[in-house]
């Protein structure tokens, strides 16, 4: 092919248009810098204390021959202390919480969110004034009447006051994901026949999952990081959670720091387990959806 046709043949080719560059003005791109630099700085501050207790839980403990950074500390700690029990018992507990929790704050939080009663409205005020209470008020009370019937020294005992700590504030968390949800489902369910409970587990509950989740990772996190409650009702060494079982490791004279921090990463692996495994279904768009035809 001569040179004018290939030249022929390129000049008929249509030029792709290339599309004009957003022009951002110099003082916003310097703010979003600012804001960058901001975060930035924040989230180092936050992930220091993580960081240097993931490097102190690698480093050799006390009596260790081992150099440099080592797994000799959780070696230590899962073969010749009872962190296995504890890890088990604090577990146990927190799902526990949150299944019942969860299970109970969901239709509590139906009612107030969907009622418009004289008796929903005092049941709303009575939440908000027990979730002002801190739980050291009731310690004391609780465990004279959990000594009675031989809940202290027992995880059922705690778990049951996990379950009322967090009670108030779960079925606010409902109530207020409910809200956000249209009674214009409901409505359309009745019509076709569908019971208040069999709507509400239908259509609300699937509609729900972000809150459901908020709700129980704030159950799970408040059973799984308590300290105080567990120092005042648990005794034995056995029914331990973690947080006891890592205050257990402080002594008077020394204190092994490598099993202590090796604890430390372990009671933090759940959490962020949790928020890795779950952060994906922090969504509303299943709403969206349901309303294309309103």
């Given amino acids: 092919m001569s040179t004018p046709t290939l030249a022929a043949t390129a000049a008929g080719k249509p030029r792709k248009s290339r599309a004009p560059r957003e022009i951002i003005p110099e003082r916003e791109l310097k703010g979003r810098w600012w804001r960058f630099a901001l975060l930035f700085i924040v989230t180092a501050v936050v992930l220091i204390p993580v960081l240097v207790t993931l490097v102190l839980s690698l480093r050799p403990g006390l009596g260790s021959s081992a150099t440099g950074f080592t797994l000799d500390n959780f070696i230590t700690v899962f073969r010749d202390t009872l962190t296995p029990t504890w890890l088990g018992n604090s577990l146990a507990v927190a799902l526990g ?26 049941y709303s005020l009575l939440l908000f004034v027990v979730q002002s209470l801190p739980v050291i008020t009731a310690v004391v009370p609780l465990f004279i009447l959990f000594a009675k019937f031989g809940l202290v020294d027992n995880l059922n005992g705690i778990a049951i006051i996990y379950v009322g700590a967090s009670m108030s504030v779960a079925t606010w968390m409902m109530a207020a994901y409910f809200d956000s949800i249209p009674t214009t489902l409901e409505e359309a369910a009745w019509i076709d026949g569908t019971s208040v409970f069999g709507s509400f587990t239908r259509i609300v509950l699937r509609n729900s999952l972000p809150g459901v989740l908020s709700t129980s990772i704030f159950t799970f996190l408040l059973a799984w990081n308590d300290y105080l409650v567990a120092i005042v009702f648990l005794r034995s060494s056995e029914r331990f959670t973690l947080p006891m079982g890592l205050q257990s490791f402080f002594q008077q004279n020394a204190t092994d720091w ?31 959806g349901s309303l294309a035809g309103r």
């Fill in 97 to 122: 919480t949150v299944v019942v929790s969860v299970g109970v704050a969901a239709p509590a939080g139906y009612v107030l969110s969907r009622g418009r009663s004289k008796a929903v409205s005092s």
């Fill in 258 to 288: 490598g099993s202590v921090m090796a604890v430390a990463v372990v009671m933090m692996l759940p959490p962020i387990i949790v928020f890795a495994t779950l952060n994906r279904y922090f969504s509303v768009g299943g709403i969206g």
